[in-house]
C-alpha cells in the first residue's frame, strides 16, 4: 500500500489496540503502543531510501529484505527497545505485541496488490503478489479516515469502530476477489490457449489492466466489470543469445528489470553510433504507451555506454535520460 494508508492503518491499528485491557488502562503503555503501532505500519518501507542510489537497486530490493521473514521478526523488537528508552513504564510484552501486528499488518497488506512482496523470504525469493488491490485504494483509504474522525472529534470507542471498520474492509476484500476471478474467466473464454494470466488493479474501481501469455503471443488488455478488450497483441519471441544481448544483460540496469518483470518484450535498434536494446514490461499500459521500461545502450565493440530503466511517459524523456545517466 501507498505511505499514506499504512499511517492510517498505524493510528486505527492503536485505537483498536485498546481492545487489550492493559493498554486501554494503563496510559504509559497506551501512549507507547500508539507510538508503536504507527513506527510499525511504516518501517518494512524504510528501503524506499534506495531510491536515492538509483532505479536498479530500488526495483531490485524493494519490498524484499525489509518484508522478509526475518525483518517481520525483527523490526517489533527494534521498535520496542527504541521506545523503553521513552516509555520505561510501559509494558514491554504488550508493546512488542501490538509492535508485532503492526509490522505484520504491513507486510500482509502489500502482498495484495500487484507489486507484492518477498515475505516467504529467506525460504522463497519469489514475488507474492495477489493483485486484487491497488497501490493506493480510495475505499480502504477513507474507512480508516472516517474511522479516525469518529474517533478523534466524535468521541466513538476505538476499538468497536475499528471492529466495523475491519468487518467491512473484509467483505470489500471479498468482493475484489470474486472481481478479479470474474475478469480472469472472461480472459480463458477469450483465450483459450492462456498459459499466465496477469490481472492488475487500477485506481479505478472497476478497471483492471491486463498481460497474457499464450505459447505463441503476448495479450494486453483491459478489464472493465466482467468486459475484457485486447489492446495489443504481439508475437512470443525469444530473447536471442547473441553477443549483444548477452552483454546488454550484464547491465545491472537490464538486470534489475529481468528481476522484477514477468511479461515483456524486446526491441533493438542499430544507429550510427551505437546499438541499443530496448525491454517493455506490458503490466502497465496507459495512454497507449508503456512506460516501464529498461534500456541499455552498447558501442560497436559490445561496451555499455548507457543504461536506464524506471518509469518513462514519453520517447523525449528517455532520450534525455539515457543522455545524462551513463550504465555504471
Known amino acids: 500500500m ?3 494508508t499504512h499511517i492510517v492503518m498505524g493510528f486505527a491499528l492503536g485505537g483498536l489496540a485498546t481492545l487489550d485491557p492493559v493498554v486501554a488502562t494503563d496510559p504509559a503503555t497506551k501512549y507507547a503502543v500508539m507510538t508503536a503501532a ?5 518501517a518494512p518501507d524504510i528501503d524506499t531510501i534506495l531510491k536515492l542510489r538509483n532505479n536498479a537497486v530500488y526495483i531490485r530490493n524493494h519490498r524484499g529484505a525489509t518484508h522478509s521473514i526475518p525483518a517481520v521478526l525483527l523490526w517489533p523488537l527494534l521498535i520496542t527497545g527504541a521506545l523503553f528508552f521513552i516509555f520505561p513504564e510501559a509494558n514491554m510484552f504488550h508493546l512488542w505485541l501490538w509492535s508485532q501486528t503492526a509490522v505484520f499488518l504491513h507486510v500482509f497488506v502489500d502482498i495484495f496488490n500487484s507489486y507484492g512482496t518477498q515475505a516467504l523470504r529467506p525460504f522463497s525469493s519469489r514475488w507474492v503478489a495477489l493483485g486484487v488491490i491497488n497501490t493506493f485504494d480510495s475505499f480502504i483509504f477513507t474507512m480508516h479516515v472516517i474511522g479516525l474522525l469518529l ?15 475491519y468487518a467491512i474492509l473484509f467483505i470489500y476484500y471479498i468482493l475484489r476477489f470474486q472481481m ?12 483459450p490457449d492462456a498459459e499466465e494470466i496477469i490481472i492488475a488493479p487500477t485506481i479505478r474501481f472497476n478497471q483492471w489492466r491486463i498481460a497474457v501469455k499464450s505459447p505463441d503471443h503476448f495479450y ?5 466489470r466482467r468486459s475484457v478488450t485486447i489492446l495489443d497483441k504481439y508475437k512470443r519471441v525469444p530473447v536471442p543469445e547473441s553477443i549483444l544481448f548477452k ?8 538486470d534489475a528489470f529481468l528481476h522484477f518483470s514477468p511479461v515483456y518484450r524486446w526491441e533493438m ?35 555499455i555506454i548507457g543504461s536506464y530503466t524506471g518509469w518513462i511517459f514519453s520517447e523525449e524523456k528517455l532520450r534525455k535520460k539515457l543522455t545524462f545517466l551513463p550504465g555504471d
Request: glycine content about 4%.
Open 247 to 254: 552483454a546488454a544483460k550484464k547491465d545491472k540496469n537490464l
Open 220 to 224: 494486453v488488455a483491459s478489464g472493465y
Open 269 to 303: 535498434a542499430e544507429y550510427n553510433d551505437c546499438y541499443e536494446v530496448k525491454f517493455i514490461d506490458l503490466r502497465y499500459r496507459s495512454k497507449n504507451y508503456y512506460p516501464f521500461v529498461a534500456v541499455v545502450q552498447l558501442d560497436f565493440d559490445y561496451n
Open 2 to 4: 501507498d505511505t499514506g
Open 180 to 191: 478479479q476471478a470474474a475478469i480472469r474467466h472472461s480472459v480463458r473464454r477469450l483465450i
Open 151 to 165: 474517533w478523534w472529534l466524535a468521541g466513538f470507542d476505538p476499538a468497536f469502530t475499528f471492529i466495523i471498520v
Open 38 to 42: 504507527v513506527i510499525g505500519s511504516q
